[in-house]
T-cell receptor, first 116, second 112 residues
């Protein structure tokens, strides 16, 4: 199957700092990528749709100035959590659909963010 | 608004049992449905994808069925193994936007 990577796999930061998470599609191009967050023992909640070459589309209730998304190329999207607070601690996962007959979505391994 | 429900929330079975995980959705106008597996602290691994025009898909010991009219999908796991222990998520795609709507998952434990 296709491969999507995320970096870093985990990060611990102090309250008030900003953290950048990268999502890369390694063997296919993705004009669209998705960012999710997941709380312990809960399902994935879609945060935003990252669009290559244009602004991201945010889901209702997600602060766009808090979670900055940049889709700079066909294989890279970044999520920056600005002025992080403890309540931003979560598991962040990206996904990328591979266009074609299967229209399957492939997910990254996730990034565990802990804000102290 | 589409809602996806998975039952049961948790399941514990002895090794070797055949088991069925259920996924239901309220809006039958789906584009496709995908089953994923998630190990603790990890991302999602795609297991099976069923297009809206299909009835089932099979991969090894896994078989997923889709009944759009009744808003249901089932994931059948044959001869379960301890390595099958994980959370299983179903997700529906409604349109060409690629957005997925997830169920809350079923946490499976297969006991040796």
């Amino acid at each position: 199957g296709a491969v999507v990577s995320q970096h870093p796999s985990w990060v611990i930061c102090k309250s008030g700092t900003s953290v950048k998470i990268e999502c890369r599609s390694l063997d296919f191009q993705a004009t669209t990528m998705f960012w999710y967050r997941q709380f312990p023992k809960q399902s994935l909640m879609l945060m935003a749709t990252s669009n290559e070459g244009s602004k991201a589309t945010y889901e209702q209730g997600v602060e766009k100035d808090k979670f900055l998304i940049n889709h700079a190329s066909l294989t890279l999207s970044t999520l920056t959590v600005t002025s992080a607070h403890p309540e931003d601690s979560s598991f962040y996962i990206c996904s990328a659909p591979r266009a074609g007959a299967s229209n399957e979505q492939f997910f990254g391994p996730g990034t565990r963010l802990t804000v102290l | 608004k589409q809602e996806v429900t998975q039952i049961p929330a948790a399941l514990s079975v002895p090794e070797g049992e055949n088991l069925v995980l259920n996924c239901s959705f309220t809006d039958s106008a789906i584009y496709n449905l995908q089953w994923f597996r998630q190990d603790p602290g990890k991302g999602l691994t795609s297991l099976l994808l069923i297009q809206s025009s299909q009835r089932e898909q099979t991969s090894g010991r896994l078989n997923a069925s889709l009944d759009k009219s009744s808003g249901r999908s089932t994931l059948y796991i044959a001869a379960s193994q301890p390595g099958d222990s994980a959370t299983y998520l179903c997700a529906v795609r409604m349109d060409s936007s690629y957005k997925l709507i997830f169920g809350s998952g079923t946490r499976l434990l297969v006991r040796p």
